[in-house]
């Protein structure tokens, strides 16, 4: 039976595919309270606001949270209490139409339209609980003597509000993972799967969000004014912060075995542990706990710093970093070539000045280790001017080799920027042979399309950027069927069609190197002895190698 996901290319509409419809389809004439409640609340109807809605309640609620935080820390709320007080005005503004609309609009929601009174059984809902305690403390303290502190512990219940989030995520990770173990259901939450559904997504913006609160504390100690205000919060936040990671790590590292290539108890958890990225994450918490269990026997507040390792957790769902391991590890020979003729010229240059200027300014130029750093700053074209030649051999020497330093450190950096976009082209190019396969058959299935959303968001493809990459393969879809009806000697006569065909040879030569296993179709070429040197050049250039 066909899936009735199926999309036939006569209905393709691209936005749709990716679940960035611009305008959702609701007529304008529907009953007020039904078009309000498909505007704002109504999850199934793709392009509406109940996204972004959600998304900015979600943020208010978090800023709630650090409002409460702060007017714990006199210094920061006596000067500022009316900014907290107008603050807290508008937040309870907010959150009371939030209520009030959702009461409204309780007859549309499928949740309670069957009931006989929709607006009682939202009232009674959980959820509307929880919203009506997160204002009811405002509106108490004008009619009951309420204690503020008090207030601000009921005022901590808006944070049940984020339940409204994360409770539907829950109820479809549970669904997707019906019947598996505890083991996998872990591993589908903390490692991208098709699994984890929006449970996952919401783990990682959660880790995310710690990485950065706790990297931001760790460069606001440094400021002694904030340290002596906050030290007592930065300490709970950094103990929090590395509880989080902590079981993050230890979730990895027990659910990994589920991942391909890492099988086996032992070796599949010491293959993972080995892993850069969670490498970083051990890296992470491993000064906390090193300051906790040795501070007694060394000062290991120096280790501080490497906190802010913890940025690079952020790299672990960053396509671009690994395309710059991939660009690198391509590139390498030529870097490593252009690497030792800048360390070669560096060593050359520091002797020189310390030759030339060492009998003039001993106490700068005192010997060659020294004369690196100006050495570097000088063929980097930095000149901070704290070491500068004096004698008239060292500043024609340093005018040469300033000029030559602009070309020799240009190079790596020049290499880089060339094959990182050489790389994206590549990735493109794939997608692009890819999309020919999958539309080949006139229709895309659910699979195809999953497929496709998940490179259009790695290589972060826009809807119009798609749209024309699958109108091109389209174009070229079709004048391929076209040509391949005709004879050699027929395309021949017409250089247009002679250039189409030429390049669709080319496009199937690169599909079936992607098909192959990489090297193999080069041994079988050369175990065979099958093709010329030449031959073999223009297969490795058609394939980008």
């Known amino acids: 039976m066909e899936n009735d996901k199926t999309i036939y290319l006569k209905d393709l509409n691209v936005a749709s595919l990716l679940g960035k419809d611009e305008v959702a389809n609701i007529p304008s004439n529907l009953p007020m309270r039904k078009w309000l409640f498909s505007w704002l609340l109504d999850t199934t109807i793709p392009g509406n606001m109940q996204k972004g809605v959600d998304k900015w309640l979600g943020i208010l609620i978090v800023a709630n949270l650090f409002t409460l935080l702060f007017e714990h820390v006199p210094a920061v709320f006596e000067p500022n209490k009316h900014w907290f007080h107008w603050f807290d005005i508008f937040s309870v503004a907010v959150f009371t139409v939030e209520y009030l609309m959702r009461l409204y609009m309780a007859p549309e929601d499928p949740e309670f339209n069957s009931k006989k009174f929709a607006r009682l059984g939202f009232v009674s809902s959980p959820f509307a609980i929880i919203d009506f305690l997160a204002v009811a403390p405002f509106y108490l303290q004008a009619f009951l003597p309420v204690d503020l502190r008090v207030l601000r512990a009921l005022r901590l219940l808006r944070i049940l509000k984020l339940f409204r989030i994360v409770v539907p995520a829950y109820k479809d990770f549970q669904v997707l993972n019906a019947g598996r173990t505890f083991r996998q259901k872990v591993h589908a939450l903390v490692f991208p799967s098709k699994f984890g559904g929006e449970l996952q997504k919401i783990f990682d913006v959660f880790i995310g969000i710690w990485v950065l609160l706790s990297v931001m504390a760790v460069i606001l100690e440094s400021v002694e004014s904030i340290h002596y205000i906050l030290n007592l919060q930065f300490v709970i936040l950094d103990g929090v912060a590395v509880g989080i990671f902590s079981l993050e790590y230890f979730m990895r590292l027990y659910a990994c075995v589920e991942e391909p290539g890492h099988k086996g108890s032992f070796m599949g958890r010491f293959k993972q542990a080995k892993?850069?990225?969670?490498?970083?994450?051990?890296?992470?918490?491993?000064?906390?706990?090193?300051?906790?269990?040795?501070?007694?026997?060394?000062?290991?507040?120096?280790?501080?710093?490497?906190?802010?390792?913890?940025?690079?957790?952020?790299?672990?769902?960053?396509?671009?970093?690994?395309?710059?391991?991939?660009?690198?590890?391509?590139?390498?020979?030529?870097?490593?070539?252009?690497?030792?003729?800048?360390?070669?010229?560096?060593?050359?240059?520091?002797?020189?000045?310390?030759?030339?200027?060492?009998?003039?300014?001993?106490?700068?130029?005192?010997?060659?280790?020294?004369?690196?750093?100006?050495?570097?700053?000088?063929?980097?074209?930095?000149?901070?001017?704290?070491?500068?030649?004096?004698?008239?051999?060292?500043?024609?020497?340093?005018?040469?080799?300033?000029?030559?330093?602009?070309?020799?450190?240009?190079?790596?950096?020049?290499?880089?920027?060339?094959?990182?976009?050489?790389?994206?082209?590549?990735?493109?190019?794939?997608?692009?042979?890819?999309?020919?396969?999958?539309?080949?058959?006139?229709?895309?299935?659910?699979?195809e399309a999953q497929f496709i959303r998940e490179e259009a968001e790695r290589m972060h493809l826009s809807v119009e950027e798609l749209n024309a990459l699958i109108d091109t393969v389209m174009k070229e879809k079709e004048i391929e069927d076209n040509l391949k009806a005709l004879p050699i000697h027929t395309i021949a006569r017409r250089p247009e069609h002679a250039i189409e065909y030429f390049k669709t040879s080319i496009s199937e030569l690169r599909q079936l190197g992607m098909q192959m296993t990489p090297g193999e179709f080069e041994q079988a070429a050369k175990t065979s002895d099958r093709l010329t040197a030449s031959e073999m050049a223009l297969w490795q250039q058609i394939q980008g190698k």
């Open 275 to 447: 892993s850069p990225a969670t490498f970083i994450d051990f890296i992470a918490i491993l000064p906390f706990f090193l300051e906790v269990f040795l501070h007694h026997l060394l000062d290991l507040r120096f280790l501080r710093v490497f906190r802010l390792s913890r940025l690079l957790k952020l790299t672990r769902n960053s396509d671009a970093t690994d395309v710059l391991f991939r660009v690198i590890a391509r590139e390498w020979p030529i870097m490593s070539a252009a690497s030792f003729i800048m360390g070669l010229l560096l060593v050359l240059t520091a002797s020189l000045g310390y030759l030339l200027e060492h009998d003039a300014q001993p106490e700068k130029f005192e010997n060659i280790p020294q004369s690196i750093y100006w050495a570097v700053i000088t063929l980097a074209s930095v000149g901070y001017g704290d070491i500068s030649p004096v004698t008239p051999l060292g500043r024609a020497m340093t005018s040469i080799l300033a000029l030559l330093g602009i070309g020799i450190f240009a190079i790596p950096a020049a290499l880089l920027a060339s094959a990182f976009s050489d790389e994206l082209i590549k990735d493109r190019e794939a997608l692009k042979a890819n999309l020919f396969q999958i539309l080949k058959d006139g229709k895309i299935v659910e699979s």
